[in-house]
Every structure is written in C-alpha cells, then in structure tokens.
Nanobody, 118 residues
Framework: VQLQACGGGLVQAGGSLRLSCAASGRTFSVYDLGWFRQAPGKEREFVATISWSGSSTYYADSVKGRFTISRDNAKNTVYLQMNSLKPEDTANYYC????????????WGQGTEVTVSS
C-alpha cells in the first residue's frame, strides 16, 4: 500500500484543517488506518485510528473531541478533520495502514506539516 498525505498548512489557533491520505496498491478496505504525528524534538505519537470497516475509531486523549477520523473506501482515502487547533498540535502528520487483525502499522506515508500559530 502506498500512502500519500496532504492538507497540512499554517493555521491560527482555534482554526481547522482537514488532512487527507490517499492510498494505492492493495485492497484498501482490508486495512485499518491511522494518523500519527511528530513534533520537532519529540517522538512520534499516535493521534487516531479507524478500523477497516469504518465502524470503530479511537483517539488519543489530547485530540479527543477536536479531531475526527473518517474514511471513504470508494475513494481509497482516509481523512483527519482537525478543529479547535492548538499550538501544541503543531507537528508533521503521517498516515499509516495495517492489515486488519494485525497490530503493527506496516505502511507509512510521507508527512504533511501542520503549524498552528498562537
């Protein structure tokens, strides 16, 4: 699975952005998808995940209630709607996929940079 993320940019605190990640290659609908982020000088951290069917989602506490992950299997795309952005959300955001029923994310896209100004 090849993943291509986009949608990052510069936004003021309190604003919104929607990230997209398009997949190509193997059957998209059998993969769970996740978003991760890495801020400068920090380790990569989990943000959100959505199951292969779209029926289950899970969020990091730091983004719960502000971010929404969704997917469109017909378009082979996963989204991350980010609202009420905070300066601490500034990071490079990555999408990743794992085959359903497995625990490790095997395929990673390149990052898209999000900068939130105060």
């Amino acid at each position: 699975v090849q993943l291509q993320a986009c949608g990052g940019g510069l936004v003021q605190a309190g604003g919104s952005l929607r990230l997209s990640c398009a997949a190509s290659g193997r059957t998209f609908s059998v993969y769970d998808l996740g978003w991760f982020r890495q801020a400068p000088g920090k380790e990569r951290e989990f943000v959100a995940t959505i199951s292969w069917s779209g029926s289950s989602t899970y969020y990091a506490d730091s983004v719960k209630g502000r971010f929404t992950i969704s997917r469109d299997n017909a378009k082979n795309t996963v989204y991350l709607q980010m609202n009420s952005l905070k300066p601490e959300d500034t990071a490079n955001y990555y999408c990743a996929s794992r085959l359903k029923g497995t625990s490790s994310y095997k395929y990673w896209g390149q990052g898209t940079e999000v900068t939130v100004s105060s």
